[in-house]
């Protein structure tokens, strides 16, 4: 059972460069979300989607598009990646409005 | 609207001594709470969580929190601190009748353990 998985756990992209962050999930979770981590900041929830075909922002959306074609997989997607978009990038997915599982997270540096 | 406060974004305890780590929620409903604990550069993983009306809630690794609803808080407690609980400690809420909704954070209060 791998719960969350995020892939990669590192990346250094450039100024201006796109990417997409992978995040699937194995537990049938409805409900995903990502959230960037900054210190001093918490978790500050990106954008989220409660089923297949759902998605709807979080907090702080500028900058990043999502996609939600089938329940197990939550891509995030940097357009034009930016210096203020490096952070560390968690998914997590939940059910039955518990507890959250989260993935390992996803190192990015934008230089 | 749902939010979190942690009072302190560090706290520094003796081995040994007690670890207290403060919450206080803001929410329009009864809300679900949950503490998560984050080891340096990995996950975050659930400490405990309230979601029933037994108030005192037991986690992993000898913590607990109390709903106290009349204080809005749900603060984070063990008796004895150990050097692995070394770590940053998360406050997070939902709205309990809302199904599938977003976790709220607060911003983390960052626990180190003095030999």
């Known amino acids: 059972n791998a719960g969350v998985t995020q892939t990669p756990k590192f990346q250094v992209l450039k100024t201006g460069q796109s990417m997409t962050l992978q995040c699937a999930q194995d537990?049938?979770?409805?409900?995903m979300s990502w959230y960037r981590q900054d210190p001093g900041m918490g978790l500050r929830l990106i954008h989220y989607?409660?089923?297949?075909?759902?998605?709807d922002q979080g907090e702080v959306p500028n900058g990043y598009n999502v996609s939600r074609s089938t329940t197990e997989d939550f891509p995030l997607r940097l357009l034009s990646a930016a210096p203020s978009q490096t952070s560390v990038y968690f998914c997590a997915s939940r059910t039955g409005g518990v507890e959250a599982f989260f993935g390992q997270g996803t190192r990015l540096t934008v230089v | 609207a749902q939010s979190v406060t942690q009072l302190g974004s560090h706290v520094s305890v003796s081995e040994g001594a007690l670890v207290l780590l403060r919450c206080n929620y803001s929410s329009s409903v009864p809300p679900y709470l949950f503490w998560y604990v984050q080891y340096p550069n990995q996950g975050l993983q659930l400490l405990l969580k309230y979601t029933s009306a037994a108030t005192l809630v037991k986690g992993i690794n000898g913590f607990e929190a109390e709903f106290k609803k009349s204080e809005t808080s749900f603060h984070l407690t063990k008796p004895s601190a150990h050097m692995s609980d070394a770590a940053e400690y998360f406050c997070?809420?939902?709205?309990?009748?809302?199904?599938?909704?977003?976790?709220?954070f607060g911003k983390g209060t960052r626990l180190s353990v003095i030999a």
């Open positions: 997070a809420v939902s709205f309990r009748y809302s199904g599938n909704t977003p976790l709220v």
């Open positions: 537990m049938n979770h409805e409900y």
């Open positions: 989607s409660v089923g297949a075909g759902i998605t």
